[in-house]
């Protein structure tokens, strides 16, 4: 049993799928080997149990880290302004806000008239065709910033607790 903060357990995550990665190169290039016919066949140091354990082992040692992750992600609240949020409510509300935030941007850089390219005007047609936006540009950029402003606090305090609140992993 080892105590950990979610900074230190994804630090350990990215240093479990490095060493992964080392024994499937390992496996990729060992595993097989080409040979001439008329020479003596150069053998790689291989042994696939080794290999496979050591994959298994692995494989086992993240997902009990991330299992500890999820927990902590789902039980513990955090402090986001005058209100407490687990984690996961936390993840969830952020990506929410980001969607909306990219709309908002692409919003509040609109000008209200804009004229269209229209390649050719048929006959019938010879004048320009503009496009108006259809709301108040300055409502928009304050929504921005209103979220923009919710997703920093969001994320401040995200980062805080991630450094500093330790939980148990069974490792």
Request: charged share 30%; proline share 2%; aromatic share 8%.
């Amino acid at each position: 049993m080892s105590k950990m903060t979610s900074a230190l357990a994804n630090k350990m995550i990215r240093k479990l799928n490095e060493d992964k990665e080392f024994w499937l190169q390992k496996e990729r290039e060992a595993s097989t080997f080409v040979a001439s016919v008329d020479e003596e066949p150069v053998i790689p140091e291989y042994d696939y149990s080794e290999v496979a354990a050591k994959i298994a082992e692995i494989d086992a040692e993240v997902t009990t880290i991330r299992h500890a992750i999820n927990v902590n992600n789902c039980a513990n609240l955090v402090q986001v302004g005058d209100a407490e949020m687990t984690v996961d409510t936390i993840l969830v509300r952020m990506a929410q806000l980001n969607a909306r935030k990219n709309i908002l941007d692409r919003m509040r850089k609109q000008l209200p008239k804009t004229r269209l390219n229209t390649a050719t005007y048929s006959s019938r047609k010879s004048a320009p065709e503009y496009q108006y936006v259809n709301y108040d540009i300055e409502q928009v950029k304050k929504d921005y910033d209103r979220i923009d402003g919710e997703i920093s606090a969001m994320q401040i305090a995200l980062d805080k607790y991630n450094q500093t609140f330790e939980f148990e992993v069974n490792i």
